[in-house]
């Protein structure tokens, strides 16, 4: 059952105002992209309204009502948590990244935290909070409500990374947006089994904290891409599913 606070605004309110976010957020990176210092702090200014915003519309961090999960759900959601943590870990080099960031200059080290804390903030609360809250509650009551959902907004922040265009490559460009939507998979299901953003928020911001996250993007080559995104998508889809057949079970 989803969190009756979140339903208290529309669904299609939560979805028009993610989207809308997106572009004033994309438009505004492009039309500061050499204001220098100016830009960091404009960029943070506007990360934290429409955090702030999102926050608002959101009502509250759950997507489910507190404490509904059986204990077999949170099985499932505890080793899928364990499961991300090392599999991120290994794969996106987490704790290697964030050496190799600290030992940046002063300078470029603000940067790239604001840079890595404005996504894990800003694309969680809109993507894993809004637009997938919004899929769940036009969903309600059908099923496969959750997966659904999930999928959904992990397709839509795949395809919003098509922005990126703009100063990359196409082949690089696809590359990311199937990185982005494999990613939003996981950090969804996280969403789902941990019932709260923070969770995603610091996975997410891990991930983005590392030097070259100011770059970018190079085209990677596509079989180590596949096998570093396959079992992931795997994994994730399996406990997702598998986490909503135990909650539909209950609910019967």
């Excluded at 943590?85 to 600290?102: E, H, P, R, W």
Aim: hydrophobic share 55%.
């Amino acid at each position: 059952m989803i969190e009756p606070r979140m339903q208290e605004t529309s669904a299609w309110l939560k979805l028009t105002f993610a989207l809308v976010a997106y572009v004033i957020y994309v438009v505004v990176a492009e039309v500061t992209a050499n204001l220098g210092c100016w830009k960091i702090l404009i960029h943070a200014s506007l990360v934290l309204l429409i955090v702030m915003a999102s926050a608002w519309a959101l009502k509250t961090g759950y997507l489910l009502v507190p404490r509904s999960q059986t204990k077999a759900q949170m099985k499932t959601g505890r080793y899928f948590l364990i499961f991300i943590i090392l599999y991120f870990g290994y794969f996106f080099q987490i704790l290697s990244g964030v050496y190799s960031a600290l030992g940046l200059e002063v300078g470029k080290l603000v940067r790239v935290t604001v840079v890595a804390l404005g996504a894990g903030f800003f694309e969680e609360f809109l993507v894993r909070g809004l637009i997938l809250g919004a899929f769940a509650q036009l969903l309600e009551g059908k099923k496969g409500q959750i997966s659904i959902s999930v999928f959904s907004s992990a397709l839509i922040f795949g395809l919003l990374h098509f922005c990126n265009l703009t100063y990359q490559t196409f082949p690089a460009t696809l590359q990311q947006v199937i990185y982005a939507a494999v990613i939003g998979v996981a950090l969804g299901v996280v969403r789902v089994v941990t019932n709260g953003l923070v969770f995603p928020v610091i996975l997410h911001s891990l991930i983005d904290f590392k030097p070259d996250v100011l770059e970018a993007s190079e085209l990677m080559n596509w079989s180590m891409l596949t096998i570093v995104l396959v079992p992931l998508l795997v994994v994730a889809s399996i406990t997702l599913i598998n986490w909503e057949f135990k909650r539909n079970y209950l609910l019967k």
